[in-house]
């Protein structure tokens, strides 16, 4: 059996991104993609099985991209305000190509969310980073029942949800934290 090339790889999901981004997600097929790598069929199939894994590939690397620009976006001095800039930057991004990549998924949802619990798990861990590099945070808050990370993963489902849900703003979710740790 050939040993898989790596930039042959990299190519086919470069490849599947820009159909992704000018054609649609929809436009996002194996012979399409081979076609314009000038490959056969056959050969895209050696690295990925179906469509639907690729979509998850790009996924997972649009997240991991899109997290490790978030890191350098939020700039708010509170963990609120790192919170708040957090729902928006990741809001414009479901809003954009992030949005119709997750949806694309539907068919293969629970390979997509197992692949996704390692970004939710940096998100979290960014969480955590963030709360303790605040000052004005109340330092009796923090027990063995309600520990840093417990709260970490508390904001991160909830701030999911709220962009799951299209919420307009997180005003109320960032008066429950205010309340809890300041």
């Given at each position: ?19 992704a981004d000018t054609e649609g997600i929809e436009a996002v097929n194996i ?50 305000g790192q919170v708040e800039e957090m729902f928006f930057f990741l809001k ?87 309340r809890t740790i300041y």
């Open positions: 059996m050939r040993k898989k090339d790596d930039t042959l790889r990299n190519t086919l999901l470069n490849l599947s991104h820009k159909i012979r399409s993609i081979a076609r314009k790598a000038g490959v056969a069929t056959g050969t895209v199939y050696n690295y990925f099985s179906n469509k639907e894994e690729i979509l998850l590939v790009l996924t997972e690397e649009y997240w991991r991209q899109t997290l490790a620009e978030m890191e350098s976006s939020v700039t708010a001095d509170s963990f609120c414009e991004r479901i809003d954009q190509s992030a949005g119709k990549l997750m949806n694309s998924l539907r068919s293969v949802e629970t390979a997509g969310l197992a692949r996704m619990a390692s970004m939710q798990s940096a998100l979290e861990t960014a969480f955590v980073y963030r709360i303790e590099q605040d000052p004005e945070i109340r330092k009796d808050v923090w027990s063995e029942t309600f520990t840093k990370e417990q709260f970490a993963r508390f904001i991160m489902v909830n701030l999911m949800m709220l962009l799951k849900t299209k919420a307009p703003d997180i005003d109320f979710f960032l008066a429950i934290i205010r």
